[in-house]
């Protein structure tokens, strides 16, 4: 690479929001030959795990504060007794791996970088043993066996094998006609559009990638098999279970192959009913159903599509009183949510390659990643919450789609702006609204358009806001009183009755502070406003003890 491509990779690795699986910052410190190989090991299989092409190990960057600080190491210049580091750590990596190394001049600090590339098929060891980074720390991947088995699963396309002992008498008949006609919505005005009514089934199933060579695969089974035949790709499960779950009703039911009709079962089985804002400048009601079909259907095709069957799990639809909790095993693929909700990110791979090429020509998805996009645009749309995929670990996707308003607030926002907002700021509203964080850009925008107010992380709609919604009471609950009122309360009451406990301040100010601070927070701006008051304003003293204080005016 040359030194501004390397310029360019070093800016772009420094941007992530923290040092992650794949990416180790070293600061000018040094580390053994024996560690450095373990860390080629680990951020190898790690890369594989996260579907990177590659890892980066970084010399000269502090790992808290990404500062780019230099550093002494000089990995070219070390031996491992009388043989090159170099060559020795690469004749103990197994398989070969072909990392590469560089040194740059980076703002007139020395920096050195190691790009690695993923583990393919098997895992790298070092020194015959397999390392992983588990959050930031190094570790045996032994420890890890669904990690173990990800590595060794990476090559293969698992809905694409071929299942010898099945044939088209355990695929269902009424599904495979209803692809069929989807297959050819999807074809029309092309040039097979006037052939596919003269294919025979199994025709059809190579024509719309289903099948390979006339062979039942596990994309075949999954969309259009039997429920009987659900032991053919046993132990990987092809079952969604719906789970009515509010405090006035329990139930569920499990909806079994072929999933490409039992996903209209699973749609009837929500209960849709509708829902009236209100809008403060209008007389008329806004009147929407409690959930979009399209977005239901997108988010369960999306289990389908991007599941980990590897983990032998049921997708997991949850019915709740307000929200719908979509749940599939195994992590996303390539990226996260928000990098496909403005529609740009396109991916480049798939978990389940086949089984999605299937999907895309029955019209079940697309693949240039709009989906989550036609999500959040649909629900912007109907003035509810956007979807949220806060709940992902490293082991699901967790995908929850509200079906009324978190806060008046927001929903009333986008009634009044909706002409005005972009999605971006629709999207970061919804996190204000959540109580979730947001990055100093996403903040640095919203207070540009005086969208919001507070402070980080206690952030409110502004008074711009609060005044086109109607809600001024709830933004001054929100924002509070300046700090001067509150010590104004205070004096005044020890001015009144000469002196008070903690209890007494308490129940003076806690219940007027602003509502976006929980009980911990609330405390702690007490003991601030009392501590500013007694140290710095000399304007109060304590006349108790420091665990029972008895305050007094300072005269």
């Not at 990779?9 to 794949?22: A, S």
């Not at 050195?112 to 043993?129: R, W």
């Not at 195994?330 to 740009?344: C, L, Q, V």
Request: hydrophobic share 35%; charged share 30%; aromatic share 10%.
């Amino acid at each position: 690479m040359h030194t501004q491509e390397l310029i360019s990779l070093v800016d772009k690795l420094i941007k992530l929001p923290k040092e992650n699986e794949w990416v180790e910052f070293k600061s000018g410190k040094a580390t053994s030959n024996e560690r450095l190989g373990k860390y080629i090991s680990a951020i190898s299989n790690a890369a594989c795990i996260e579907n990177q092409d590659y890892g980066y190990i970084v010399f000269g960057i502090q790992d808290e504060t990404h500062q780019v600080i230099g550093t002494p190491y000089r990995f070219k210049h070390l031996k491992e007794g009388n043989e090159e580091l170099e060559l020795w750590i690469r004749r103990l990596l197994t398989p070969s791996v072909r990392f590469q190394h560089f040194e740059c001049n980076y703002q007139n600090k020395h920096i050195e970088v190691f790009k690695i590339p993923a583990a393919k098929g098997e895992p790298t060891n070092f020194k015959t043993q397999a390392y992983i980074r588990f959050n930031s720390s190094l570790t045996e991947l032994k420890k890890y066996p669904d990690f173990n088995r990800a590595i060794y699963n990476s090559e293969i396309d698992w809905s694409a094998n071929i299942i010898e002992k099945a044939t088209v008498n355990d695929l269902d008949e009424k599904a495979i006609q209803l692809a069929k006609e989807k297959f050819k919505e999807k074809k029309a005005g092309s040039s097979l559009y006037k052939e596919i009514d003269t294919w025979n089934a199994l025709t059809f199933l190579d024509k719309a990638k289903i099948t390979i060579g006339g062979k039942i695969t596990n994309t075949a089974l999954i969309l259009l098999g039997k429920p009987e035949s659900a032991y053919l790709i046993s132990p990987a499960v092809s079952q969604i279970t719906w789970k009515l779950d509010t405090v006035e009703e329990q139930a569920y039911d499990h909806f079994e192959m072929p999933l490409f009709l039992s996903i209209n079962k699973v749609l009837k089985q929500i209960r849709n009913v509708k829902y009236k804002f209100f809008p403060n400048n209008s007389l008329l009601s806004t009147e929407v159903i409690k959930y979009n079909t399209k977005v239901i259907l997108e988010a369960l095709n999306n289990c389908i599509a991007h599941q980990d069957y590897s983990k032998n799990s049921r997708i997991i639809l949850t019915e709740k009183a307000n929200k719908l909790i979509f749940t599939n095993a195994g992590r996303f693929f390539e990226g996260s949510a928000e990098d496909y909700s403005s529609g740009e990110k396109t991916p480049e791979k798939y978990r389940n390659k086949c089984l999605v090429n299937a999907m895309v020509n029955l019209n079940m998805i697309d693949t240039m990643g709009y989906g989550i996009h036609r999500m959040y645009i649909e629900q912007r749309n109907r003035f509810f919450p956007l979807p949220d995929y806060t709940k992902s670990t490293n082991d699901k996707v967790v995908l929850e789609i509200y079906g009324q308003a978190i806060d008046e607030n927001y929903s009333k926002l986008l009634i009044e702006k909706k002409d005005e907002l972009s999605l971006t700021e629709v999207v970061l509203l919804d996190k204000v609204q959540k109580n979730l964080p947001l990055t100093n850009d996403a903040i640095k925008l919203l207070r540009r358009k005086k969208l919001i107010e507070g402070r980080k992380p206690n952030f409110h709609i502004s008074s711009s806001i609060a005044e086109i919604t109607g809600q001024k009471a709830d933004y001054v609950k929100n924002r509070g009183f300046k700090d001067q009122h509150y010590k104004d309360m205070i004096i005044s009451y020890l001015g009144e009755y000469g002196s008070a406990s903690k209890k007494d301040i308490d129940n003076l100010i806690l219940d007027i502070l602003p509502n976006v601070l929980d009980k911990h927070q609330k405390e702690n701006k007490v003991r601030n406003l009392l501590y500013t008051m007694h140290k710095r304003g000399k304007t109060i003293v304590n006349k108790g003890t420091t665990r029972k204080p008895i305050w007094q005016k300072n005269i």
